[in-house]
């Protein structure tokens, strides 16, 4: 009986109802806008199959936070700079990456993306990429 | 024994290590004892908090003697909490929580601690050991966080806030004197049981006396503190620090990876001191970090724990002409360091041996043959160090104890108490002591002591393998040694070699899995039938020019 209540009293203010799912589209799209879309899948599968030969032990799982849980060392992340160079045919200067750019197989898959896009436009590389 | 604590009173003024804050937040409360990411504290609330951690400790039960184990990550609480113990009159034991739990159990098996004082990004591993029921009904478990730690399988007993209904000020003067144990590091053991170094106050007082007056290090100075807490690198870092009165920059472990970010940590905080292993220095000088003229604040540049490649010093010496360069070399059977060589100019080629030098003050280097007597200047021999560093033993091992500490040199009248580091070495004309490797199986790598025993009795205890070994060949990188092994599937069957590693993982840490496998039908044997691991290590260092794994 009061659920009925409810009801009749949102109908009574239905410009709420539309502000509520105006503002969430508006909020999906800026997610997307900033997240840039999916990751390419191809780039992902060359990334995990990178990832599970430096790393000492297979990758758990994608969602694996490779630096948190220790699995990514200093040894490790010598070796994926120089296999995602050589695979991607991509220059990656480790002093413009942060942590969070490494994290997992999406952040990295991410990464090599954006430095894919610079080298594209020709900014933010080394002469001789 | 006696003799050896007046001497102390008379030279050092503290006789126990904690000894040290007090005495600074007596003369300096509001200098700077520590900085880590945005927190800073002062002498005095450093000196504060520990003394109410202290009376809450002794609250809960914590008496003079007790081991008190810290499952905790380097922060400015892991500090409090160390030096809370030590005022308790009790032993701390730092533990990598890093480490799987099967390896930790061990350890706590083997302190018996009355506590564990431990963080939040540790409750995982504090789960597993409940669930393993490593740590019993008895053991307390508290957090020193501000609040309390929570699993899902416990919840500390307090938090460090709980403490602030202690009083701050100093505790009576308990029992405990200078040749009572402070902390007992454990180590990687051959046989697969890690072994316990016991150092005492004195120990650790007569390093740090005679560091900070070689260095010269002085309340002004800003010392870095990179290694980590269960290394005993990291007590030169803290008690050096407090004794001059220093401010101690806590490294967050999260730099490591991003070798600029740790080129700009020493730029930012204006460091005067930088302590670390070789490997991490390498891995600088590998990706180029350090630009001419950077760094200018930096007085000293000191490395222990293994063998500094000189290209790498020939980089850092190139462009920090300003900065002192000094090699320690020690085991941590004799506190922290044992030697030291300063390098007077820029090794002409990058082949030249860095010296591990002189001994430091109370200590003595001997180079032996097999029946302990004295070697002429020039022969190789295995390396013993005498004097003030050396430890009591290791914990509750008598066996491992007296096999490591024997009484020498045979060759001189006055016998005393001299300890076996397993290092070769030869005395050189110039009187200096020069480093020739190892006489066993025990190596390291990026910094870290493994002995390679350790990882083999992992891997046989996997079950699924009929043979292992594990040998060390050169790499060519920055990380020291590289871990390798050779492994023959049990009859009939047949393992992926990732599969071993993964399972590896959950008995040993990270740092001792191998990185390169090689699997064999039969392992190579030498004439008496037993593994042949002179032609594995060729066999290895021959396929290192190979893609790895």
């Known amino acids: ?129 | 024994m006696g003799s050896l604590s007046t001497q102390l009173s008379q030279s050092s003024l503290v006789d126990t290590l904690d000894g040290y804050l007090r005495r600074q937040a007596e003369d300096e409360p509001d200098a700077p004892a520590l900085a880590f990411e945005d927190e800073r504290l002062t002498y005095g609330q450093l000196e504060t908090s520990a003394n109410r951690l202290a009376r809450l400790l002794r609250d809960v039960g914590c008496r003079a003697g007790d081991r008190i184990c810290l499952l905790v990550p380097k922060t400015p609480g892991a500090i409090v909490g160390m030096q809370a113990a030590l005022k308790a009159g009790c032993v701390y034991v730092p533990i990598d929580i890093a480490s799987p739990a099967p390896r930790v159990e061990r350890i706590l098996e083997a302190a018996e601690p009355r506590l564990v004082l431990t963080s939040q990004p540790a409750a995982g591993l504090v789960d597993d050991l409940l669930a393993r029921g490593t740590l019993g009904a008895e053991t307390v478990i508290g957090s020193i966080d501000d609040a309390a730690v929570v699993g899902e399988r416990f919840r500390s007993g307090f938090g460090a806030s709980d403490a602030e209904a202690f009083s701050g000020e100093p505790l009576p003067s308990d029992a405990t004197g200078p040749d009572d144990p402070a902390h007992i590091l454990f180590t990687s053991g051959s046989t697969g049981i890690p072994k316990g170094v016991v150092i005492t106050h004195a120990n650790a007082i007569r390093f740090i006396e005679w560091a900070v007056d070689y260095f010269g290090i002085q309340s002004s100075d800003r010392v870095s503190g990179h290694p980590p807490l269960h290394f005993d690198l990291s007590t030169f870092d803290i008690y050096g620090s407090f004794a001059a009165g220093a401010e101690l920059h806590i490294v967050p472990a999260t730099l490591n990876l991003l070798p600029h970010k740790l080129a700009e940590f020493i730029e930012s905080r204006g460091l005067t001191q930088w302590f670390s292993v070789p490997s991490a220095l390498a891995y600088m000088a590998k990706f180029d970090v350090v630009r001419e003229g950077a760094f200018p604040q930096l007085q000293r540049l000191l490395w222990c724990g293994e063998v500094m490649p000189t290209p790498a010093l020939i980089y850092f010496m190139t462009r920090l002409p300003h900065v002192r360069f000094t090699n320690l070399y020690g085991p941590t059977e004799a506190t922290i360091a044992s030697s030291y060589y300063t390098v007077p100019a820029i090794p002409a080629s990058e082949t030249d041996p860095i010296p591990i030098g002189t001994p430091c003050a109370g200590e003595e280097l001997l180079v032996l043959d097999d029946e302990l007597n004295e070697l002429p200047t020039g022969e190789i021999g295995n390396l013993y160090i005498g004097g003030v560093g050396l430890s009591p033993g290791y914990w509750r091992d008598e066996e491992k104890t007296d096999a490591a500490f024997v009484e020498g040199p045979r060759s001189s009248p006055q016998r005393r108490r001299i300890y076996r580091t397993g290092d070769l070495a030869h005395l050189g004309e110039d009187g200096l002591v020069y480093f020739h490797g190892r006489a066993d199986s025990q190596i390291k790598s990026r910094g870290y002591r493994i002995e390679l025993g350790e990882i083999e009795v992992a891997l046989n205890a996997l079950g699924s393998l009929r043979e292992a070994a594990v040998v060390a060949v050169e790499a060519e990188g920055f990380e020291g040694m590289a871990i390798c092994c050779a492994y023959a599937p049990m009859s009939g069957t047949s393992i992926e070699q990732q599969e071993v590693a993964a399972r590896l993982r959950e008995v040993v840490p990270t740092y001792m899995i191998p990185t390169r496998w090689q699997v064999f039908d039969q392992l190579p044997k030498n004439v008496n039938g037993k593994i042949d691991r002179a032609s594995l290590k060729e066999f290895f260092a021959e396929s290192s020019g190979e893609a790895t794994s």
């Not at chain 1, 480790?94 to 954006?114: G, M, P």
Request: hydrophobic share 45%; glycine share 6%.
């Open chain 1, 1 to 129: 009986m009061s659920r009925r209540v409810e009801y009749s009293r949102n109908t009574r203010r239905p410009w709420l109802l539309w502000a509520v799912l105006v503002a969430l589209t508006l909020g999906m799209v800026g997610f997307a806008i900033s997240s840039q879309g999916p990751v390419d899948s191809d780039i992902l599968d060359q990334v995990r199959e990178i990832l599970n030969r430096v790393l000492s032990v297979p990758l758990p799982a994608d969602e694996t936070d490779v630096i948190e849980s220790g699995l990514l060392d200093s040894l490790g992340l010598v070796e994926l700079l120089v296999a995602i160079e050589r695979q991607f045919d991509v220059q990656i200067d480790l002093e413009y990456l942060d942590l969070d750019d490494l994290r997992s197989v999406h952040a990295i898959a991410r990464t090599i993306e954006r430095v894919k896009g610079e080298s594209a436009t020709g900014e933010s590389l080394p002469a001789g990429a």
